[in-house]
T-cell receptor
Framework: GAVVSQHPSRVICKSGTSVKIECRSL??????MFWYRQFPKKSLMLMAT?????????EQGVEKDKFLINHASLTLSTLTVTSAHPEDSSFYIC???????????FGQGTRLTVV | GIQVEQSPPDLILQEGANSTLRCNFS?????LQWFHQNPWGQLINLFY???GTKQNGRLSATTVATERYSLLYISSSQTTDSGVYFC??????????FGPGTSLSVIP
């Protein structure tokens, strides 16, 4: 299957700092990528749709100024958690679909801890 | 928006037992996938199955799109099958929406 790589897999940061998470499609180009958040023992919640070359589309209730998304190329989307607070601690995971296919592939996820 | 339900929410199996996990969805979908989330959080693609039946080793899946449900069968379960199983559907807007998951524990 297609490969989606996410980095870092784990990050600890201090309150008030910003953290950038990268999502790359390694063997295909993705005009659209998706970012999800997962709380412990819960399902994945879609946060936003990352669109190459244009603004991201955020789901209701997701603060666009808190979670900045940039999709500067066909293989890279980044999620920046700005001015992080302990309540932003979570597991973040990205996905992309191979063109002309409806099958989604997911990155390894990033476990963010804000102290 | 589309609603995705899964049952049962939790399942404990003795090693070697068989099980069936169910996924119901409320509207037409472009595709349906089953995933296994391992203890490290990685989502493993099990099946891409918008309709019909597929088999992969001890796992098989069936989707009846007209009746809006899918089933995941696990036969001869092993402890390594433990984890959370999610079904996820893709809407007409290309978004992938996840069900709440089934947490499976296989005990020796």
């Amino acid at each position: 299957g297609a490969v989606v790589s996410q980095h870092p897999s784990r990050v600890i940061c201090k309150s008030g700092t910003s953290v950038k998470i990268e999502c790359r499609s390694l063997d295909f180009q993705a005009t659209t990528m998706f970012w999800y958040r997962q709380f412990p023992k819960k399902s994945l919640m879609l946060m936003a749709t990352s669109n190459e070359g244009s603004k991201a589309t955020y789901e209701q209730g997701v603060e666009k100024d808190k979670f900045l998304i940039n999709h500067a190329s066909l293989t890279l989307s980044t999620l920046t958690v700005t001015s992080a607070h302990p309540e932003d601690s979570s597991f973040y995971i990205c996905s992309a679909s191979v063109p002309d296919s409806h099958e989604a592939f997911f990155g390894q996820g990033t476990r963010l801890t804000v102290v | 928006g589309i609603q995705v339900e899964q049952s049962p929410p939790d399942l404990i199996l003795q090693e070697g037992a068989n099980s069936t996990l169910r996924c119901n969805f409320s509207d037409s979908v472009n595709n349906l996938q089953w995933f296994h989330q391992n203890p490290w959080g990685q989502l493993i693609n099990l099946f891409y199955i918008p309709s019909g039946t597929k088999q992969n080793g001890r796992l098989s899946a069936t989707t009846v799109a007209t009746e809006r449900y899918s089933l995941l069968y696990i036969s001869s379960s092993q402890t390594t099958d433990s984890g959370v199983y999610f079904c996820a559907v893709k809407t007409s807007y290309d978004k992938v929406i996840f069900g709440p998951g089934t947490s499976l524990s296989v005990i020796p």
